[in-house]
């Protein structure tokens, strides 16, 4: 009986796990939003959940031998043992209220959702394809940052997605950037504050640094719900702050925007 019960991570409420799914993996209480696999997203945002999965022959790789509590290639296998992903990173082709768009979703379960060459590769190669087929582009993003087992190399990641992003931009082709808990390190210093609109899910963790890290840098105490969405929008970094049950009929919408599509 256990199993079909959870707490919610932020106001500890002991919840039936049901009534959770039922609300798209939103707590019920006090709308926390939990994290979702890429597999889920995509299911809850494209037409009817179908659609064809892209550049699923990418695989990460051990460059430099890496190895800290366990080698960084074995520590691979056992991420994708246990996700079923190749990498941290999903493309995906597909239709949203029947637009055709190309769709990358970054996995946190997957070592954080870190950025290695993989992952940057299989983002350029989103960004490529939609560029080729002039087809609206989607990046939704939950990560940790770079990925430290592969040293300079993840580093190099930020400008060759930062560069191919810049190619779509020059031919006039719309790309969304959705953030997610958490957006952090490299890739929010990378595409995902590049879209021509950026948004978030509520109170996700979104920065570069941690709090922590900038408290104990600048020796000062941060503001209340510093790096979370709703702060982020009301500086101006963030161009709206987005609850999941109403993410796709708000994509639908830009989407039509951008593309001069009447419903």
């Not at 990460?60 to 031998?65: I, N, V």
Request: charged share 25%; hydrophobic share 40%; with cysteine.
């Amino acid at each position: 009986m256990a199993s079909l019960w959870t707490r919610c991570n932020n106001c500890r409420r002991i919840l039936y796990k049901q009534d959770i799914l039922d609300y798209q993996s939103v707590c019920p209480s006090c709308n926390f939003h939990f994290r979702l696999s890429a597999l889920k997203r995509l299911d809850m945002l494209v037409d009817e959940g179908q659609y064809k999965l892209l550049d699923q022959s990418i695989f990460p790789a051990d460059p430099l031998q890496f190895e800290d509590t366990m080698k960084y290639s074995q520590r691979l296998k056992e991420n994708q043992k246990r996700t079923l992903l190749s990498e941290a990173v999903i493309n995906a082709e597909g239709t949203m209220g029947g637009m055709e768009v190309i769709i990358s979703v970054m996995d946190f379960n997957f070592m954080g959702g870190s950025m290695g060459s993989g992952v940057g590769e299989k983002i350029t190669r989103a960004i490529e394809k939609a560029l080729q087929e002039r087809l609206p582009l989607i990046i939704i993003s939950a990560s940790g940052g770079a990925r430290m087992q592969e040293g300079a190399l993840s580093l190099m990641q930020l400008m060759k997605t930062s560069s191919a992003l810049a190619k779509l931009d020059e031919a006039g082709i719309p790309f969304i950037s959705v953030l997610t808990d958490p957006t952090t390190g490299g890739v929010t210093a990378s595409f995902a504050m590049l879209g021509d609109i950026n948004i978030a899910e509520p109170n996700a963790l979104i920065g570069f640094a941690g709090p922590r890290v900038i408290e104990q840098t600048i020796k000062e105490k941060l503001p209340n719900g510093f790096q979370r969405s709703e702060f982020l929008f009301s500086h101006g970094l963030l161009d709206d702050v987005v609850e999941r049950k109403n993410l796709r009929s708000y994509l639908i919408r830009a989407l039509r925007l951008f593309l001069n599509r009447p419903e």
